[in-house]
Structures are given as C-alpha cells and as structure tokens.
T-cell receptor
Framework: RKEVEQDPGPFNVPEGATVAFNCTYS??????FFWYRQDCRKEPKLLMS???SGNEDGRFTAQLNRASQYISLLIRDSKLSDSATYLC????????????FGTGTRLKVLA | DAGVIQSPRHEVTEMGQEVTLRCKPI?????LFWYRQTMMRGLELLIY????????DSGMPEDRFSAKMPNASFSTLKIQPSEPRDSAVYFC?????????????FGPGTRLTVT
C-alpha cells in the first residue's frame, strides 16, 4: 500500500464548478500536511498547508481528519487556470524528517 | 531571491555515461532534498541534507547514484553509469527548517533522458 494515496483522475469539470479531491495516508507519524500544485512540465509549488481545524484560502478549502487519516481539497468556482495536477503531501517527523508525495490528481477545467 | 537553481535543465546522454546534476539552494535554507519524478512512481525522495550533512539516503536506488553537498550553496547528484531506466525529471528542493509549517521550495528540475 502506498504511504499517500490519491485518485489520479483526470477530473474534467466545467468552469465555475466545485470539485473535491481526497487523499489518504497510512503513516501515523505524519505531522504536517500540504497541498502542492504542479503545472505541466513545471516544478511543484505550495498551494496551501492543511491545519487540523481546516482552513480556507480564497476559493480553496482544505480539511484534515487525523482519525481517518484523510485529507481533502475543495475548489469552488473553478477557473481555467486551476487546471493542473494537485499533489497531496505528508510530512513525517519520525527519526528522520521527510515529505511523502502522493502521485497527484489531475484537474482539467473546461471552458 | 532567485529561488532554487538547477542545471542543466535538460540532459540527454547515452547508457553507460556519467551524469552530474547540480543544485543551488535558496540562501539560508538548511535543508536540501533531491527527488526523482516519473509518471509511474510520482515524486520520490532520493536523499536529503541538513547543514551539508546527508541525513537520509534510503531513497537512493542503488550504488550508481551518489550525492554530495560540499558547502551550503551547492549540491550534486551523480549517476555513474547511467541506464535508460534512470530517465526522469530530477528536482532539487530546499527548506528553511524542520518546523511543522515549513514548506519545500523546488527548483525547475533537470529532465534526464538516457538512451
């Protein structure tokens, strides 16, 4: 079983739609959680951190459920520019300190 | 700040040749990470350094891969000899610390093709 699992998609949604991505992680030593965005042939960039109480940044909302080891990202009012791959990232602090990346969920927003 | 700098951006080489990838982290960042990304396996951590010292190299696939960080502003990842299955995008990333909120900043990557 992969340490961080995501539905690869692709999710094809019309402009203005709301779309949600889910991610599950298996390591209970997971301490911090992030969503990164990666555009085609570019490097990953931080979209937002995920806090235990949930957090919002404009059209983006992230949720964490530690009991179920589950993270989600909700995008409201999708824009064409939101088309990208969204990577769920778990940071472990157990002996060593490393980030584990999911393989990503591809989103395509259609005009 | 210029961000994380990697070179070369593209490398095409023949099987058996030595390949050296280079990285300059963001100034003041104490942590440096090397990743490999493929379609099949996604982003995989190869090795990371703290204050120029290798901390965890458990992701280095085999002895053909080696990484060094001679000073705070430079790191290399070497593959010798290279094989076609090493073809991937190699990213370098740096981070300012270990606190739970610290993110990683990625370089633009080196796209390696081994024929």
């Amino acid at each position: 079983r992969k340490e961080v699992e995501q539905d690869p998609g692709p999710f094809n949604v019309p402009e203005g739609a709301t779309v949600a991505f889910n991610c599950t992680y298996s390591n209970s030593a997971s301490q911090s959680f992030f969503w990164y965005r990666q555009d085609c042939r570019k490097e990953p960039k931080l979209l937002m951190s995920v806090y235990s109480s949930g957090n919002e940044d404009g059209r983006f909302t992230a949720q964490l459920n530690r009991a179920s080891q589950y993270i989600s990202l909700l995008i409201r009012d999708s824009k064409l520019s939101d088309s990208a791959t969204y990577l769920c990232v778990v940071k472990l602090i157990s002996g060593t300190y490393k980030y584990i990346f999911g393989t990503g969920t591809r989103l395509k927003v259609l005009a | 700040d210029a961000g994380v700098i990697q070179s070369p951006r593209h490398e095409v080489t023949e099987m058996g040749q030595e390949v050296t990838l280079r990285c300059k982290p963001i100034s003041g960042h104490d942590y440096l990470f090397w990743y490999r990304q493929t379609m099949m396996r996604g982003l995989e951590l190869l090795i990371y350094f703290n204050n120029n010292v290798p901390i965890d190299d458990s992701g280095m696939p085999e002895d053909r891969f080696s990484a060094k960080m001679p000073n705070a502003s430079f790191s290399t990842l070497k593959i010798q000899p290279s094989e076609p299955r090493d073809s991937a995008v190699y990213f370098c990333a740096s981070s300012p610390g270990t606190g739970v909120r610290y993110e990683q900043y990625f370089g633009p990557g080196t796209r390696l093709t081994v024929t």
